[in-house]
T-cell receptor, first 114, second 110 residues
Framework: ETGVTQTPRHLVMGMTNKKSLKCEQHLGHNAMYWYKQSAKKPLELMFVYSLEERVENNSVPSRFSPECPNSSHLFLHLHTLQPEDSALYLC?????????????FGQGTRLTVV | DAKTTQPNSMESNEEEPVHLPCNHSTISGTDYIHWYRQLPSQGPEYVIHGLTSNVNNRMASLAIAEDRKSSTLILHRATLRDAAVYYCILRDGSNYQLIWGAGTKLIIKP
């Protein structure tokens, strides 16, 4: 138990569906992150939020839409995804962006797009 | 972005020390060296980090070369629960991002 909880753990969706991934942390952290982990590829940083404000968007397609309504919750809204978007989506949090504190990861959502 | 190079996999016997190497020849002066590990079906877990000096914590030790172009993660007494993929990562000193590589899959033999 890392203090970062992701739901659902598994998700299968069609290319025309709309779904959302949820991440919750009660560690009092100010920074939250979405990562994508595809098979045989390094983790890719997708989005960074600091104090509920998006500070990084690493050239992610618009079919992925993040939302951070408060410092404890982070969502990733998905629509019209492609099969190549199938991957493990990981949420993480850290005390803040700047200092060298460790990041805490959730267990991830295994997404399959059919 | 500076990158890291690690062996794809390593094997070790249970209850023996393990030395996991990492090369980062293009590291810049402000990049920190972080290590995370990922157990099967889990998210990554922080192990240790350092800048120039060697570091110790309850999980492992980190030995950093004097020129900072390489580092070694040391697990002093491996157990079966240490079987995981170990990532050597540079934390970019300018944008604070973790730059992940492919990692080393550590196999522990009983």
């Amino acid at each position: 138990e890392t203090g970062v909880t992701q739901t659902p753990r598994h998700l299968v969706m069609g290319m025309t569906n709309k779904k959302s991934l949820k991440c919750e942390q009660h560690l009092g952290h100010n920074a939250m992150y979405w990562y994508k982990q595809s098979a045989k590829k390094p983790l890719e940083l997708m989005f960074v939020y600091s104090l509920e404000e998006r500070v990084e968007n690493n050239s992610v397609p618009s079919r992925f839409s993040p939302e951070c309504p408060n410092s404890s919750h982070l969502f990733l809204h998905l629509h019209t995804l492609q099969p190549e978007d199938s991957a493990l989506y990981l949420c993480a949090s850290s005390q803040d962006r700047q200092t060298n504190t460790e990041a805490f990861f959730g267990q991830g959502t295994r997404l399959t797009v059919v | 972005d500076a990158k890291t190079t690690q062996p794809n996999s390593m094997e070790s016997n249970e209850e023996e020390p393990v030395h996991l190497p990492c090369n980062h020849s293009t590291i810049s002066g402000t990049d920190y060296i972080h290590w995370y590990r990922q157990l099967p079906s889990q998210g990554p877990e922080y192990v240790i980090h350092g800048l120039t000096s060697n570091v110790n914590n309850r999980m492992a030790s980190l030995a950093i070369a004097e020129d900072r172009k390489s580092s070694t993660l040391i697990l002093h007494r491996a157990t079966l629960r240490d079987a995981a993929v170990y990532y050597c990562i540079l934390r970019d000193g300018s944008n604070y991002q973790l730059i992940w590589g492919a990692g080393t899959k550590l196999i522990i033999k009983p």
